[in-house]
């Protein structure tokens, strides 16, 4: 049995290093099965350690260890070391002057199925370090805080490994007997062990150039396998738009000559940005029309951009320690959000990144697994990468922005970057640069990264029509979570504006606050529990637009009638907060639904909703991506956020009948609505294309609620005609989840055309597993089986058992359980190939405080049964037994 508060790292607990790493020679003899690493390693002791040692401690997991020598004198003895499960520990290492040390050991690829160190994907050598994989490669100092200067060697056979790959410049090459070659790679920059890579293979490149801002020229390399060579064009466009928008928004340039970008077929995560050369999961880089969707293009580009980003914030300036995680991931997240909004739409991409926050951040944020975007404590880091400390930590990094305004942002970026560059340093670092450059007090802020939890914001308003004022009153109250009951007020930016009775703009002016003139919005700042607004000069009362852009990562309660909502969806200008009245219309709609369905009512639809939705319908939209938005419920796993216990049945049968009613009621507007932006479309990728199949396909998965022959003829038509992804995808969709005669052929012929791109049969896995159908249990257990279904496959994984347990509540909470013990076989089978997943995969069990008794005693017996397993991972270990409650 596990012992987690033995195996429990503390951030109160840091220390400095007690050596530092400055070079290391590291030399790869590559084998599948037996590859030879030795290192060489300069180091010296940390000046600023403290502790009484003169013993040298490095990790190691899964290594052989072959010879162990100490500044070029002879091997040591078995007693001058000592080797443990996770460690090597030498003895009496000099503490006066540097010293030199080689280390050799030997490690199997082939094995390795936890695809963290040196693994095979494919036929193809790989590595993955972050968090703590170094370790898996060779003995080292394997912590953020320990940066060097990395030169790689990398020797292996012509044939099998033609291409040999590490971070930096390629120095040296060279020839050797046996058909067998060598190549020597040198960075220049001191980094962390964690940015290493190597990726050697029979691997095809797409090259291109780009010049920077003052005129450096730099090598663009993309690396896949060769019959994927015709879906890089959209990843390189993408590069070169991250360079210039990094160059424009951050006046950031890339450093090295060379940046390489290399696809693997298993990865655990999305991508990784190992100095000059970026491992990706393959998802996120192959694209071509007829093989990915629009919302694909985009995720590329937002990743690219992503790991791009990164060679400032995490690289260059990287974590002290892996509590800080946040520093990198909130801002790196934060500023591709803000890529991809220039590069497509603004008001689109802030409602997608706040739709996630709210159904699967939120929820995070009121488990058992809820802890601060700076987590005080972890036994496994790899079950930190989290909606939290990424997306959660974004908004942080948002509120800071909305606070100090976009110049005083960038002047606190840069003076981020001036102080810190070549440096592993905190959070607290970045928020001190932000307010030296700003001249601002942060104190409180301070709170977002220490406090886990969503906050709940109430507004109560009071008009005065004597006074002519209106009286806002804002309360904060945060939730407790697993180890904090007591919450402290945090600092919350509110922005918000008033609109007309007509739907024009009226003036906030604030009482109390005579230097400032009358604005359009305020930022209003929240920093006690209760505070009182009052706005003046106020003839008519107002209807107040609150938390304009989302401006904070919290709960707003307000009380609205269904009127005020239709009325700020055809009148606010803020693009979020119109968007937002309409999803809380269809929210108190459904919730209406809901509770017919449960008290045994017939449903009764209020009519609001549908004029509602007619006059959007009718309305002249520029952005059609918007407009689609706009026309889209509520999700089920949203909706089951909003309810005290839930109940996915009563959610899943009222979200259809309001679906239903809508395309009964509005046929028309629908279908003329899907006439109209219908066009062959094969390879165009500008946002009015985009647009028009995304409304139209909105409009179509209307139109097929209806029983309808020359509808279902439309989605076959649409099917069979697609010159795009989006577009079959889509179609293919509709006709899957509703009865359609023609699903099991069309599924048929789709696996038969894609058969031979992996991407495109994740997709096949992920819409079958996701079905509302009632067969769908029975087709995902089948599926199981198929020959294209792997478990040593993270995607595969990903798009069978993840969408089916994650984006199939009704199924997957099968009344009988049959669907949490389906996932819990799959973990214990995960458990022992892939921790890494199999901890990902818990997660749809970890709510089970959620749902009524009779889930819940289903839920967390699967989950005792999870904890119970033979050799069970820290990753399952520490998520399921927090889910549990198991520890005090
Ligand atoms: N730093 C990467 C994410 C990443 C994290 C861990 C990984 O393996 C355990 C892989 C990638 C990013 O933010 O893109
Ligand atoms: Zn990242």
Redesign the pocket.
């Known amino acids: 049995m596990r012992d987690p508060n033995q195996e429990k790292n503390y951030l109160k607990d840091y220390t400095v290093p007690d050596y530092l790493i400055h070079n290391v020679a590291l030399n790869f003899t590559l084998d599948e099965e037996c590859t030879v690493v030795s290192s060489r390693l300069t180091l010296s002791r940390n000046p600023a350690s403290k502790a009484l040692i003169n013993s040298l401690t490095l990790a190691g997991e899964n290594l052989k260890l072959l010879s162990v020598n100490l500044d070029d004198g002879t091997d040591l003895s078995k007693e001058q070391y000592l080797q443990t499960q996770d460690s090597l520990i030498i003895n009496n290492v000099p503490q006066q002057q540097a010293f030199v040390l080689c280390i050799e050991n030997t490690i199997n690829p082939k094995a390795n199925t936890a695809l ?1 160190g040196l693994y095979l994907s494919n036929d193809m050598l790989c590595t ?1 370090c ?2 703590e ?1 170094f370790r898996k490669i060779t003995y080292f100092l394997d912590r953020p805080d320990v940066m060097s200067l990395f030169t790689t060697t990398i020797t292996g056979d012509k044939n099998r490994y033609p291409v040999l790959l590490s971070n930096g410049n390629k120095i040296a090459q060279g020839e050797l007997p046996d058909n067998r070659h060598w190549v020597t790679w040198e960075d220049p920059f001191n980094k962390p062990c964690y940015l290493f890579a190597l990726v050697a293979g029979q691997l095809e490149c797409i090259a291109d150039r780009f010049t920077t801002q003052s005129g450096r020229e730099i090598d663009l390399q993309i690396f896949v396998e060769k019959h994927d060579m015709d879906k890089c064009d959209h990843a390189m466009q993408s590069l070169k738009n991250s360079m210039i928008w990094d160059e424009q928004v951050y006046g950031r340039e890339y450093d090295l000559d060379l940046y390489m970008i290399v696809a693997v077929s298993h ?7 190992n100095k000059g050369l970026n491992v990706f999961n393959t998802k996120f880089v192959l694209a071509r029309p007829d093989t990915a969707t629009d919302s694909d293009y985009e995720h590329i580009e937002g ?1 690219i951009g ?2 791009y980003f ?1 060679n400032w914030t ?1 690289n260059r300036i990287t974590c002290r320690d892996w509590f800080q995680l946040s520093l ?2 909130g801002f ?1 997240v934060f500023r591709d959000q803000e890529f991809t909004g220039d590069r497509t739409s603004k008001a689109v991409k802030r409602i997608e990144d706040v739709n996630m926050l709210r159904t699967r951040q939120f929820a995070e944020d009121a488990g058992p697994l809820a802890h601060p975007i700076r987590p005080d404590s972890y036994m496994e880091i ?1 079950n930190f ?1 989290t909606l939290t400390v ?1 997306e959660k930590g974004a908004e942080v990094v948002r509120m800071i922005h909305t606070l100090v305004g976009a110049e005083g942002f960038r002047k606190g970026s840069n003076l981020y970057f001036e102080r810190h560059d070549g440096q592993a340093v905190t959070c607290d670092d970045f928020v001190n640069a932000m307010e030296s450059a700003n001249n601002i007090d942060l104190g409180q802020f301070r709170r977002w990264y220490a406090q886990a939890g969503t906050p709940v914001l109430t507004a109560h308003q009071h008009y005065d029509s004597t006074a002519q004022t209106l009286t806002l009153t804002l309360s904060q109250n945060c939730p407790a979570t697993p180890g904090q009951t007591h919450k402290e007020p945090l600092h919350i930016p509110v922005t918000l504006g008033l609109l007309h009775k007509d739907g024009s703009v009226a003036q906030c002016k604030l009482q109390d606050n005579a230097a400032k003139e009358a604005q359009n919005q305020v930022i209003l700042q929240l920093t006690q529990s209760e505070q009182v607004f009052v706005f003046e000069n106020l003839a008519e009362q107002p209807v107040v637009s609150i938390l304009r852009g989302f401006s904070a990562p919290v709960k707003l309660e307000m009380e609205r009638s269904l009127e005020e909502l239709a009325f700020l969806l055809s009148y606010d200008s803020d693009t979020f907060n119109r968007w937002e009245a309409g999803q809380q219309l269809a929210g108190q709609v459904i919730a209406g639904l809901i509770a017919d369905v449960q008290n045994d009512q017939k449903m009764q639809l209020n009519p609001i909703i549908v004029t509602a939705f007619k006059q959007v319908l009718e309305h002249a939209w520029d952005d059609l991506s918007y407009f689609a938005l706009l026309l889209s419920l509520p999700s089920e796993n949203y909706l089951a956020e909003q309810m005290p216990v839930v109940d996915v049945n009563a959610i899943h049968a009222a979200r259809e009948f309001l679906v239903q009613n809508l395309a009964e009621q509005l046929q028309p507007q629908f279908q003329a609505l899907y006439e109209n932006n219908h066009r062959d479309e094969s390879g165009q990728f500008d946002s009015g294309a985009i647009g028009r199949r995304r409304i139209k396909n909105t409009c179509l998965s209307y139109l097929s609620k209806l029983e309808n022959k020359d509808i279902q003829q439309l989605s076959q038509l649409q099917f069979n005609s697609a010159k795009n992804m989006t577009d079959q995808l889509a179609a293919l969709t509709v006709i899957v989840n509703n009865p359609h005669p023609a699903s099991q052929q069309c599924l048929a012929d789709f696996y038969h055309q894609w058969r031979t791109e992996a991407l495109v049969i994740d997709k096949w896995f992920a819409l079958q597993a996701a079905s509302n159908m009632p067969d769908t249990f029975a087709t995902v257990q089948s599926l199981m089986n198929h020959p294209a279904f792997d478990l040593k496959n993270p995607n595969r994984v990903r798009s069978l058992i993840g969408a089916f347990s994650q984006a199939n509540p009704l199924h997957f909470h099968a009344k009988n359980g049959q669907g949490y013990q389906f996932l819990a076989d799959q973990i214990i089978a995960l458990n022992t190939l892939n921790p ?1 997943v199999a901890s990902r995969m818990v997660s749809a069990l970890t709510s089970w405080r959620r749902h009524d008794i009779s889930r819940q005693t289903l839920m967390k017996a699967q989950l005792e049964r999870i904890i119970s397993t033979e050799d069970i991972s820290k990753d399952v270990y520490e998520v399921a037994s927090k889910s549990l409650n198991y520890e005090a």
């Open positions: 963290e993955q972050e968090a994989g990865f655990n995560m999305g991508a990784m940005e990743v992503h790991e990164h995490g990198k991931e790196t790899n990468y990424y890494q």
